[in-house]
């Protein structure tokens, strides 16, 4: 049973419920040891996979449904998200930054990899399946399989960090290979590393990161798409921690953690057999190459995570203010400027959305594709701005972070919160339980295990740090941009020479040059 044969209509996308279900399909998830029977339910995962679902929900719900909807192109007569369905005009890629941002504003920013990030990927397939050459009906069918059931997928791209420095094919006792052709598809092995929130998605794209030594043993040169519940398939998940703040401590102690933990994982693939028609790339060194950067789907997902790290950048600001607030701290011209600064980061990321879809560009099949300029931008700087952000908010709120009772018990305790009260009140007539409220969720956002992770993540997000420079620079060479800037400069130096002036409209300084009238 597919996983969007859970459906009662097929002609729109998953409700919350149907999603849920359709997690409860056997596959070999493991944390702690143990076996996971079913996501929807464990405390590892639970409150992560309900978050999810009212994403679901929200497409269905008259508030919600025509921010985030259009009608699908596949002729199945249904609806679907937005970004599910690639943009034919500048315009719909604006309304797609707006769905992706409306659906991002209902985990506060905080879940990166849900559905619409690799509908970029899905949006692709349909505006280019040309580009998987004997696989292009393939990419056809997968773009109508997603985009009408806003199908749930994630990607496994990244190589376990052994032995990088070598080629692929010398790591083969490691790395996703094919192990043999066999009627009606290939046996693959291997394994993959982050793999974020596999778990709970429906299907993980297997595939090449974009700085890979690839070698030259075409077992390697393969990309497809595989089930979740996929035989020989198996997720082995860091810890959970949504489970630490449901053993150690409350929604008031943890509330991002405990509801917003996407679990990042090794996928392991022992003996796994793939179709032919989940197949997109076979043996084909310079389709693996080329996907990244003409594939298209490196042009589309950057304007999802853009906007998803703006969104919460506007959450983290907000929550910023809210605390400087309940310190006292906000009128020292320092601290504002200081604040001022992380609202400026903010605004860049909202002003390169709008350069995306803005600076738009057509590509094959009527799509429109983003700015290449203001993705290689979102790209480059968004590791740098939030370990900044996240430093500005250590030195301004300072020991308001750390200076807090252990937990929600200790408000619970009469003799402790008569303390409480008086000690860690907030300022402006602010009452202790609404102050510790706010500092203990900026905490949970940047100092708890899950805000070390966030930070981990949003800077290794756009892959290599050197990568995604030299992406950058290959890209402004390529479109002619760096041609046109060298021009520029050419042509300033044309304005003189060793002589002076080699334009009319300028004057040579022979009349007032001092040296000239000293030289003996």
């Given amino acids: 049973m597919k996983p969007e044969d859970f459906r009662a209509s097929a002609t729109r996308p998953f409700t919350g419920e149907e999603y849920l279900a359709s997690l409860r399909d056997d596959r070999e998830i493991y944390i702690y040891g143990d076996r996971v029977k079913d996501v929807t339910s464990h405390p590892a995962f639970r409150n992560a996979a309900a978050s999810m679902a009212r994403l679901y929900d929200a497409l269905h719900d008259p508030q919600s449904k025509e921010k985030l909807c259009w ?58 399946p040309g580009f998987y050459g004997r696989f292009e009906d ?227 099949g009527g799509a429109f594709l983003p700015s290449a300029e203001a993705l290689q931008a979102y790209r480059v700087l968004a590791p740098q701005a939030y370990p900044e952000i996240k430093k500005t908010i250590e030195q301004v709120v300072a020991s308001g972070l750390i200076y807090l009772p252990s937990g929600v018990r200790d408000l619970h305790n009469p003799q402790l919160d008569k303390y409480l009260s008086t000690y860690c009140r907030g300022s402006g007539g602010m009452g202790h339980r609404e102050r510790i409220k706010i500092l203990k969720l900026l905490w949970d956002a940047i100092g708890s295990e899950f805000g070390g992770r966030h930070e981990l993540y949003e800077i290794n997000y756009a892959g290599s740090q050197d990568e995604i420079r030299m992406q950058a620079l290959r890209q402004a060479v390529g479109s002619g941009a760096m041609k046109g800037m060298l021009g520029m400069v050419e042509q300033c130096m044309g304005d003189y020479d060793e002589n002076g002036w080699t334009v009319p409209h300028l004057h040579n300084p022979d009349d007032i040059n001092v040296l000239d009238r000293i030289r003996q």
Wanted: a negative charge.
């Fill in 71 to 128: 009608e699908t192109d596949t002729g199945n007569g249904g609806y679907t998200h937005k970004f599910f369905r690639y943009a034919r005009s500048a315009d719909e890629l604006r309304q797609q930054r707006d769905a992706i941002a409306e659906w991002s504003r209902l985990t506060y920013g905080w879940m990166g990899r849900t559905p619409d990030y690799k509908a970029a990927f899905g949006s692709a397939l349909g505006a280019n």
């Fill in 138 to 364: 393939n990419a056809k069918t997968w773009y109508k399989r997603i985009q009408e059931a806003c199908l749930y997928l994630n990607h496994a791209i990244v190589n376990p960090p052994i032995d990088r420095d070598k080629p692929v094919d010398q790591v083969k006792d490691v790395f996703i290979s094919v192990d043999e052709e066999v009627d009606g598809g290939i046996v693959v092995s291997g394994a993959k590393v982050v793999a974020t929130n596999s778990a709970l998605t429906h299907y993980n794209f297997v595939g090449q990161g974009s700085a890979q030594l690839l070698g030259d043993n075409t077992d390697f040169a393969l990309m497809f798409i595989a089930p979740m519940n996929t035989p020989g398939m198996k997720l082995i998940c860091r810890p959970s921690y949504e489970l630490v703040a449901g053993i150690a401590g409350s929604p008031f102690d943890y509330p991002l953690s405990s509801r917003f933990d996407e679990n990042d994982a090794i996928l392991v693939m022992d003996k796994v057999f793939i179709p032919w028609e989940n197949v997109l790339i076979y043996r084909d060194f310079e389709r693996c190459k080329q996907w990244f950067p003409q594939g298209g789907f490196g042009r589309l997902f950057p304007m999802q995570g853009c906007t998803r790290l703006a969104v919460k950048l506007d959450f983290i600001t907000g929550a910023l203010y809210k605390a400087l607030q309940c310190t006292g701290s906000l009128e020292f011209r320092g601290v504002q400027a200081q604040v001022g600064e992380v609202v400026a980061w903010r605004n860049l990321f909202w002003s390169l959305t709008d350069a995306m879809y803005g600076n738009a560009s057509e590509w094959h």
